[in-house]
């Protein structure tokens, strides 16, 4: 799993699970830590500050900019807070998967319009062979048409995350 990806959702659970109120991003990020010490590490600083900021920017959390330092409390009961925790998600992990899943479908329609053409090309060749093959094409026809209504999908979902 992407660390990234770990690492929001750590942080979602964690505040789905704690009450903050006019909290520093400091006090957070310290229950955070003690919660999940594998991120204390200095490289996650930086990201999971970017993290509550973003949660902040989405509404999920509240922050109060009049002070000098940012003060943070959270928006929703923890029913609510996981419910919006899609909004997080690993979007080049998607982006990754939905392109091999492209591929590998493609690659299907490929190989069952070159089945088509041989199965098109024997018929012409054995004559008394067709009622056969027509069983045998008219499975082939309704496979690559689902094939192609999921690359339609799949092009539609990647032309939209």
């Known amino acids: 799993m992407n660390i ?4 929001k959702q750590d942080m979602l659970k964690y505040l789905s699970e704690n009450t903050f109120k006019n909290s520093e991003f400091k006090d957070i990020y310290g229950g955070f830590i003690h919660c999940f010490p594998e991120f204390k590490s200095k490289k996650y600083y930086q990201k999971i500050y970017l993290i509550v900021r973003e949660l902040g920017e989405s509404h999920i959390m509240i922050i109060d900019r ?11 009961d923890r029913k609510n807070f996981i419910a919006h925790s899609d909004i ?12 091999f ?11 069952i319009k070159a089945e088509l053409e041989t199965f098109h090309k024997y018929v012409a060749l054995y ?5 056969k093959v027509l ?4 499975d082939r026809d309704k496979k690559l048409l689902r094939l192609e ?3 339609t999908a799949i092009d539609i979902i990647l032309n939209n995350i």
């Open 4 to 7: 990234t990806f770990r690492l």
């Open 127 to 131: 004559p008394n062979i067709k009622n």
């Open 66 to 76: 009049s002070g000098c330092t940012f003060k943070y409390s959270t928006n929703r």
């Open 101 to 111: 899943d492209y591929h590998q479908a493609n690659c299907k329609v490929h190989k």
């Open 88 to 99: 997080i998600y690993d979007k080049d992990s998607v982006q990754k998967k939905l392109l």
């Open 135 to 138: 069983t045998f094409t008219s």
């Open 149 to 151: 209504s999921e690359l």
